[in-house]
């Protein structure tokens, strides 16, 4: 009997006008490298016995991951909402870059994007994030406490800046 795990909340359906590129020309990639495995499945299959082909079976494998990942693509761009433009730009919104001073001395940057554009450590952080939640609708100048796992920490915002994409 398996676990059963709640299914995961819904994440925004905000992206960046590059973010929305980005995962077209993903979807689009992936249909050509489909081909390619769709290819070496049916060479592996000619060469015989497919319950001792270890190629058939990993390429088999490599397939069923790359249909996961085309579903979940075609499901997800026509939920999508492009934001390219924000009205006020003095307070913190979907796609601002913000220079933040952390309670403890350091300075850091964020850039809030969608939660399919994130890249851990190139310092984007998701409009779905705990940080990114606390931030929003604020000015410069303002603080804000934010409550990750047992830590409390403290942001002061210093820079709110759009890029002109």
Known sequence: MGRYRPPAPASSPYITPSG????????????????????AV?????????SENAEYIYRKKQ????DRRVRYLQKRIPSLKVVDRVSNTDQIFFGASVSLLVGDGDECIYRIVGADEVEPGNGTISIDSPVARALIKMRVGECCDVQIGEQTLRYEVLEITYPTE
């Open 20 to 39: 929305y590129q980005q995962i077209r020309k993903e979807l689009q990639d992936i249909w050509r490298f489909r081909r390619e495995v769709t290819e």
């Open 42 to 50: 049916r060479v592996a299959a000619a060469e015989g016995d497919r």
């Open 63 to 66: 397939l069923r991951e790359i």
